[in-house]
């Protein structure tokens, strides 16, 4: 079992949004802006496209975003795409360690 | 560009020692990060195992803290994984990366190292 709990699949048609949540506690979530999310496709290495709850590295389009509200992060992909479709997985400090969501497998309809 | 690249044995016998090392490239390994390991099981997801400073300042999983050690080498702008008394829940790929201080900016990854724990 995850320390942290995401919806197990999330679909949206191209064009639409969708969003993901990550819910903790106060001593994950809740207690750190550390939190990051990342997106993987089969067989590849995970690609980060959020830290910090809302900062994008460089390259990543800003149809990404993420937000955090209490024990919960969200991460909203907009204008979905073809592409986007894949496996999403949220992190958070916890004071060390570092835990992890389940995973949401986001399916491009 | 810095990169990064994991190595070892693909293949574990139960109660052995899984030994990974990963090789940093392009970049200096005390230019003040932390490198760090992240594990999937096939199928699965993410769990983070660890992390170093260079100054040798380690953090551990609590529930892999009594098998695991991270260490550096900076002589050969390496880090290493020893995980002791593997079982098949240790197969996983296998995921070294950098990791910013203060922040959960994660950057540089090696490709994955797949590690099979069977006999």
């Known amino acids: 079992q995850s320390a942290l709990t995401q919806p197990r699949s999330v679909s949206g048609s191209p064009g639409q949004s969708v969003t993901i949540s990550c819910t903790g506690t106060?001593?994950?979530?809740?207690?750190?802006?550390?939190v990051s999310w990342y997106q993987q496709h089969p067989g590849k290495v995970p690609k980060l496209i959020i830290y910090?709850?809302?900062k994008r590295p460089s390259g990543v389009p800003d149809r990404f975003s993420g937000s955090k509200s209490g024990n919960t992060a969200s991460l909203t992909i907009s204008g979905l795409q073809a592409d986007d479709d894949g496996d999403y997985y949220c992190?958070?400090?916890?004071?060390?360690?570092?835990?992890f969501g389940g995973g949401t497998k986001v399916t491009v309809l | 560009q810095l990169q990064l690249q994991e190595s070892g044995p693909g293949l574990v016998k139960p109660s052995e020692t899984l030994s990974l090392t990963c090789t940093v490239s392009?970049?200096?390994?005390?230019?003040?990060?932390?490198w760090a390991w992240i594990r999937q099981p096939p199928g699965k997801g993410l769990e983070w195992i660890g992390e170093?400073?260079?100054?040798?300042?380690?953090y551990y999983s609590p529930y892999l803290t009594s098998r695991v050690t991270i260490s550096v080498d900076m002589s050969k702008n390496q880090f290493s994984l020893k995980l002791r008394s593997v079982t098949a829940a240790d197969t996983a790929v296998y995921y070294c990366?950098?990791?910013?201080?203060?922040?959960?900016?994660?950057?540089?990854w090696g490709r994955g190292t797949l590690v099979t724990v069977s006999s």
């Open positions: 990366h950098r990791r910013t201080v203060n922040s959960s900016f994660r950057d540089y």
């Open positions: 392009g970049g200096s390994i005390t230019s003040g990060y932390y």
């Open positions: 170093i400073y260079h100054s040798g300042s380690a």
């Open positions: 106060s001593s994950d979530v809740g207690g750190y802006n550390y």
């Open positions: 910090d709850v809302t």
């Open positions: 992190c958070s400090y916890a004071g060390n360690p570092w835990v």
